[in-house]
């Protein structure tokens, strides 16, 4: 009789870089990855230094923060995605942020970002965000005005049949309690972030 | 011909993930994961209260027009966004809720007339007293008293700011 393995995500095999202006913030993402079984974890505090650091540690993800100076998330992103020195343009970026709002949250999409979580975080809601990486890849468009992963992937993924199995391989979560799930005061929950980037 | 270009990026993530079927949640990855962070809380009560400290020495700062009045908005607004998105994750609620606010209020402001400052000592005591009495979660029905107070007044300021009433 076959012997039937059960998946299962192995992340002690690939590097991740942190960008945050914030000490703590960083230490508290490094903490949950090194729990999570992330072994090589680089970081930085600003976006200059995380795009040199780029040049010569092969990172399979990068987890950057929105609000910093003197180059934001956004500059960060774009200078991943289209900068003619950028090591790998396709790299799969979440972007974490304490900004939710709508507007927000597109204009993050729109710069090319692959995941968006909403801070505070939790372990839980970053190990999604990593699920959703490994199992759900995007392809990239490019255009005259925007290079990123495919913004409609509803539309652009593979064949319905296929797209569905896939969708069913994350098993499913259960809603987030506390940290992650609650909507700012003008902002959107985690779960209308994750609609509203599988709608666009 | 299509202005778009669809490219099939190689996808690195592959060694990843073991097998090919339905993924099995690491519940055990997850709760480590949370037990770490849950063993910060300590840690996380001191910087956030020394955190609180900088942005009430930056609100002196701004009130004694002492330095740069954007560079010291930008600093509270910085401070007040780095809080918003740490209390939660380690059973402060109340706190990522009064941030937000106060994120809010000062994000694109920048000058603070006289009732402008009150809003933010408010908020900033706020943390201040949740942190004192080590309220967890939303504080319970004291806790959306806070809120609704905090909120009277960031509406009053508005409200203020419509009339072309400073104080």
């Known amino acids: 009789m ?28 490094q903490s949950i990855l090194h729990a999570l079984g992330v072994k090589n974890i680089r970081d930085a505090s600003d976006a200059a230094e995380a795009f040199k650091e780029l040049q010569h540690f092969h990172a399979d993800v990068i987890i950057c923060d929105w609000h910093m100076e003197p180059l934001d998330g956004l500059d960060f992103v774009r200078l991943v995605r289209t900068a003619k020195d950028s090591p790998n343009p396709y790299l799969p970026i979440i972007m974490l942020s304490g900004f939710t709002e709508y507007r927000r949250v597109v204009e993050a999409r729109d710069a090319g970002v692959n995941e968006f979580l909403a801070k505070p975080i939790s372990a839980r809601a970053l190990y999604q965000r990593f699920a959703s990486i490994i199992e759900n890849p995007r392809p990239f468009i490019r255009t005259k005005t925007y290079f990123g992963p495919d913004r409609r992937r509803q539309n652009l993924g593979p064949p319905r049949g296929v797209a569905e199995r896939r969708k069913g391989e994350i098993e499913k979560l259960p809603p987030e309690p506390g940290a992650g799930s609650e909507p700012g005061a003008d902002g959107l929950s985690q779960d209308q972030v994750e609609a509203l980037l599988n709608k666009a | 011909m299509s202005d778009s270009q669809i490219i099939h990026a190689p996808h690195n993530l592959k060694k990843a993930k073991i097998g090919t079927g339905p993924a099995k949640l690491d519940a055990k990855a997850i709760e480590r994961a949370e037990r770490v962070v849950k063993s910060m809380e300590k840690d996380y009560a001191v910087w956030a209260q020394d955190d609180l400290g900088t942005l009430e020495a930056t609100f002196a700062r701004y009130r004694a027009r002492t330095g740069d009045p954007a560079e010291n908005m930008r600093t509270m607004f910085r401070i007040a966004l780095d809080m918003k998105g740490q209390g939660a994750s380690f059973g402060y609620q109340l706190v990522t809720e009064i941030a937000d606010r106060l994120a809010a209020f000062l994000e694109n402001r920048d000058t603070l007339g006289p009732f402008d400052c009150e809003v933010v000592m408010a908020h900033v005591a706020a943390m201040r007293a949740v942190f004192a009495q080590d309220v967890r979660g939303d504080g319970g029905g004291t806790g959306r008293a806070l809120i609704g107070g905090l909120h009277k007044l960031i509406e009053k300021a508005a409200a203020q700011a419509g009339s072309g009433t400073t104080s």
């Open chain 1, 2 to 29: 076959a012997v039937v393995t059960q998946s299962r995500y192995l992340l002690d095999n690939i590097n991740v870089l942190v960008l945050d202006d914030n000490k703590h913030m960083r230490s508290i993402v």
